[in-house]
């Protein structure tokens, strides 16, 4: 399972983009929180160590045979839906949401390891079935089950964000793997018939602050000093960064505090007001490497397991980055989603270094050598 | 040896997919960003500007008030208002039914508070109390925690030393409203800002404002001042020494008492207004505090009037004081000589009227002297009817009343000299002669403020010579500390000779120190003092009234006297009316002597 060997084919240039992002983020973070007098060690510093320890992860991840992670699937999806519905019932609150699940030393939250869970997961359900003329109806009635449990649980914590995520998981990889379009056609007609239900079933679902910021995402304008205020500020932000940016330190809206969450969820708007358009624009690009790299992989992976989770992880990025820059651009509703490798906190970094992890993995044993 | 790859072609045929989301998302966030930051960014950084500078308005310092010898009246200690910022609210509601609990006042004026809140900028304070006492102050502290968003401002407070002495002539502050607000095109007044809303506060305010400064400085969301870029400081008003003299004031509104009435005493050599005190008076420490809208309603319907400034705005009829300028207008006309006499039996039988003199028993043969110095309204039943309404109006209007003094104090009324073109127009009727009757001896339509009646006597005392009446003794420039004294302005003689001055003086003389004179009780040791009583009815004489009822005081004469002294050189003029004081020689006489030997004993007599 272990291969020391395997250290020879390690992406170490894609570890190279993954470590200049996270780069980017520390500065950003440094700059974000400079001048508040902090009681402990600075935000930035501390990023440094989640970053150090998230590597960990991400060896980790990449050295044991995803073979092996995929095979153990439904053990780590069982044990994700346990700490789902624990943290229900005895959870740190955080934020008017039940996401936090102590362990002693540290707080984890058990919806960051259903997206791991649920990539994994749908790996190897869609890659069990050899179908190559695609899935029909029958098959997704057991994998889109496995979806509904967590997005219910996490949907009831509330953290709408995450649920979203699983859900355009959910969409992608079964676009992937193939499905038959008699059963496209079929499932959007239930969508359509059934939409206003379920939308009003998760809409009772939401807490206020998760409304309001929906609400405010149509209308930023209805209360600049209540809800959409988030979106305004952060507008501002970015578009008076202008072409060459305020330069580092410089950021006015960062520095006078206009720019809400502005280490975590809105570090791209504090990026984009330093750096301006410039700035912006190579830091997409690089996530842009990054992802193109990850269907790279997928698309060169040695079997289906590895391109079904190799694509996995590509999504999960890709929904963070159009959701998150989308958010403080004013496109996208503001529902908590951070920026990966760059807004600060342990958990999204290590989920994201344990989702890169995995992408290395099947790329290093691509080309296995047998002895 | 390589593994053989699985058959992926099916998989790898459908990565477009993905491949294309990608893109088109990348697309989607470089367009989108690139619009806000280069199409869109002039936009943003103007409003990126707004969001962080902020000009502050600082309150000038007010100048003070001290009277003519440097007694301090008016001036400003610190003060604390209590404010709501409102995007610091957690909890509305529950926040001000608390605050509401611990201070007494109610939610509904609150809210009223809240609701106009003018436009300023975000976490700007909005004031639901001014001036709270210690008490109050210490409740709130207390209670910090549980009103977050409540907060207590420190500011500069006007006071008033000594109580309500003279708070009509100095008047009180305010808030600035909308539409004083709305007068100002520059920026020397803020929304906020605190200035003379009645009084000397009200008309000498460009004097005592001073000029707002301003404060640009950074704030950050929670509009926390984190930088300051520039201070124009704030220029602070020049300080008022008014014409009045405090000791005299006091002298007055003592004698005043509780009565209801007005006291102005004027400089005849110039027009200082030296005494001007109006009964009841009101707290103007209170009124400065802004009230709420059931003290202000209760303070406007108080039958006793005590926001009206009697002394300019109370309108009388003269009564037997008018007899002076019917007396002028008979002489000036040549309707009766001095020494024609005529007879008095106690009444005047004029078409089917008796028109009665005050004393039944009547003043025998009198000439214009004695008619004066006895008040017999015979003697001027009898010019007024050779004279006429339109002559006697004619003097009225020279000796300065039916129109406003020009004094400087806000809202003067010009009381009312009738005459047969204004009953015309007014009443719609031709003038009835037998109304001329009531006119000459100060009744009927005649209606004159105490200032009035004051100037009247003073340019009497002066012999025409009229100076325009004026609060201010002198401006004191904060900037270099330099005084400024107002010379007096002389606004005209009266068309009357010389001669009948000296016929009017003599008679005023006959009438204090005289054998038989109305003013008898104002004789003074000190000095010779010239005057005239008067009584203004209140009710005519109406059948339907019982005799019980005209016991009651609302019923009663208003008592007047007009002085001036000394006769010879003359150097104070005093205007006195007593509402309901009855006959005027006993109730407003006294007063007049008073304030005139106390301003003589003063000026060294």
Known sequence: ?371 | MLEHQEDLNDLQRRFPILIVFVILTFLILVIRIGYLQLIMSGYFRELSESNRLRSLPIEPYRGLIFDRNGELLAHNVPGFHLSVILEDLKNKESTIKRVAELIGISEKDINARLAARKDTYPFAPVRIKENISRKEMAVIEANKLDIPGVVIEAVSRREYRHGNMASHLLGYVGEITQAQLDNFEDDSVYPGITVGQDGIEKTHDPILRGTAGYKQVEVDAYGHEMNVFGVREPVRGNDIYLAIDVNLQRIAEDALGNESGAVVAIDTTNGDILVMASHPTYDHNLLSKRLYAKEWEALVNDPSKPLNNRAIQGVYPPGSVFKIVTAAAAVEAGTSAPEDKIFCKGGLQFGRRFYRDWKAAGHGSVALHRAIVESCDVYFYNAGIKLGVDRIADYAFRLGLGSQTGIDLPSEKAGLIPTTTWKLSAKRGEWIAGETLSIAIGQGYVLTTPVQLAMLISSVANSGVRYQPNTVWAVKNRLNGEKYRFPPAEIGRVEIKEETFQILKNALRGVVNEQGGTGGIARSAIAEIGGKTGTAQVVALKPNISKELLKEKRFKDHALFVAFAPVSEPKIAVAVIVEHGGKGSAAAAPIAKKVIEGHLKNVGH
């Open chain 1, 1 to 371: 399972m272990l291969d020391i060997k395997q250290i020879y084919n390690f992406e170490w240039k894609f570890l190279g983009v993954i470590l200049l992002i996270s780069g980017i983020g520390i500065l950003t973070i440094f700059s974000a929180t400079y001048g508040f007098a902090p009681h402990s060690t600075p935000y930035y510093q501390k990023q440094l160590y989640w970053i150090a320890i998230g590597l960990m992860f991400l060896f980790l991840a990449a050295t044991i045979d995803y073979h092996t992670i995929v095979k153990y699937a439904y053990v780590i999806y069982a044990v994700t839906i346990i700490l789902l519905i624990v943290v229900l019932i005895k959870g740190r609150t955080g934020l008017g949401a039940q996401r936090w699940l102590s362990l002693g030393l540290f707080s984890f939250q058990p919806s960051e390891l259903a997206k791991i869970a649920m990539i994994i997961l749908l790996a190897r359900y869609f890659s069990d079935k050899k179908i190559k003329t695609g899935f029909g109806m029958k098959d997704m009635i057991l994998p889109a089950t496995l979806l509904l449990i967590p997005v219910g649980l996490i949907l009831k914590q509330p953290d709408l964000g995450t649920a979203l995520l699983l859900s355009f998981i959910f969409l992608m990889i079964i676009l992937i793997a193939g499905i038959r379009m008699k059963t496209i056609l079929t499932t959007l007609f239930v969508c359509i018939l059934t939409i206003p239900f379920i939308a009003h079933f998760f809409w009772g679902m939401l807490k206020g602050y998760q409304k309001n910021r929906i609400l405010a995402f149509f209308d930023p304008e209805m209360d600049p000093q209540g809800i959409g205020y988030h979106i305004i500020q952060s507008k501002i932000a970015i578009g008076s960064g202008g072409l060459f940016g305020k330069g580092l330190l410089q950021g006015t809206q960062n520095k006078l505090k206009f720019i809400p969450e502005k280490h975590t969820d809105f570090i791209f708007s504090v990026f984009a007001e330093e750096w301006g358009f410039i700035g912006a624009f190579i830091l997409l690009t690089i996530y842009l490497v990054l992802i193109l790299w990850g269907i790279t992989i997928a698309y060169k992976a040695k079997d289906r397991e590895g391109a079904l989770l190799a694509a996995g992880v590509v999504c999960m990025l890709s929904f963070y980055l159009i959701v998150n820059v989308g958010m403080t651009a004013g496109i996208m509703p503001v529902v908590g989603i951070p920026l990966p490798l760059m807004s600060y906190g342990g958990t999204s970094i290590i989920t994201t270094m344990v989702a890169l992890g995995l992408l290395i993995n099947v790329k290093m044993r691509r080309l296995l050598l047998f002895y």
